[in-house]
């Protein structure tokens, strides 16, 4: 038996916010067009390497050693490529969806393993504090997603069981993860085409953000 979750978390990166001015930065700083998703991916694999490994590693560290692997950027200018993350503003698409859960009464909260700050600045910048309950990070716990310690840690923090708090985001690993964890996942495309055919299908998946938020709030 199925039912309407009592809290709903959002991924920040891609999924709720837009990276472009971080590739805006990249290009600015004499990198090739193109070269983000490939940062990030390497961003997201040092990270979650070093969890499996028992190694306690920040977004923004994990960030600027993937730009130290991949580019001849210097230390100095790879901090100002970080920077850009404190830039970043919510999809057009992020607003109605985010305010569709208020209005239905479902609490509203983002779930990260970036840097504290990044999506409260992103959130203001797109006006919709508001309409988020709060917002975490799982750097407070030290352990990337997508391990299960995040998403259980996550679900306590708002207090519910992870069975009662669903996990909204554009990355099919992210989803897998609270599945595992017990939560309810929900994909949908941006950066990724077709949800991950090596991985078990997840509770939802839609063809965009707010048939994302309308499955859920059916269930």
């Known amino acids: 038996m199925t039912s309407r979750p009592d809290v709903v978390a959002f991924d920040v990166n891609e999924t709720l916010l837009d990276l472009a001015p971080v590739a805006?930065?990249?290009?600015?700083?004499?990198?090739?067009?193109?070269?983000?998703?490939?940062?990030?991916?390497?961003?997201?694999?040092?990270?979650?390497?070093?969890?499996?490994?028992?190694?306690?590693v920040p977004f923004r560290a994990a960030?600027?050693?993937?730009?130290?692997?991949?580019?001849?950027?210097?230390?100095?200018?790879?901090?100002?490529?970080?920077?850009?993350?404190?830039?970043?503003?919510?999809?057009?698409?992020?607003e109605p969806a985010l305010r569709r859960l208020a209005e239905a009464g479902v609490r509203v909260v983002t779930l990260s393993h970036g840097s504290p700050g990044v999506a409260e600045a992103g959130l203001e910048r797109g006006g919709i504090t508001p309409l988020v309950e709060r917002t975490l990070t799982s750097?407070?716990?030290?352990?990337?997603?997508?391990?299960?310690?995040?998403?259980?840690?996550?679900?306590?923090?708002?207090?519910?069981?992870?069975?009662?708090?669903?996990?909204?985001?554009?990355?099919?690993?992210?989803?897998?993860?609270?599945?595992?964890?017990?939560?309810?996942?929900?994909?949908?495309?941006?950066?990724?085409?077709?949800?991950?055919p090596a991985l078990p299908a997840p509770s939802v998946v839609a063809a965009d953000l707010a048939g994302a938020v309308d499955a859920l709030l059916a269930r």
């Open 24 to 56: 805006a930065a990249l290009v600015e700083h004499g990198q090739p067009e193109g070269l983000l998703p490939t940062v990030f991916a390497r961003t997201l694999h040092t990270g979650t390497a070093a969890t499996v490994a028992g190694l306690r």
């Open 63 to 94: 960030f600027e050693s993937a730009l130290a692997q991949l580019t001849d950027l210097s230390e100095r200018d790879r901090g100002r490529v970080a920077d850009s993350f404190l830039e970043l503003s919510p999809h057009p698409d992020v």
């Open 139 to 196: 750097e407070t716990v030290q352990a990337w997603k997508p391990s299960r310690e995040a998403y259980v840690w996550a679900a306590g923090v708002c207090g519910v069981a992870p069975a009662r708090m669903a996990l909204v985001a554009a990355h099919a690993w992210d989803v897998h993860g609270a599945e595992r964890a017990g939560l309810t996942g929900a994909w949908f495309p941006r950066a990724e085409r077709v949800w991950a």
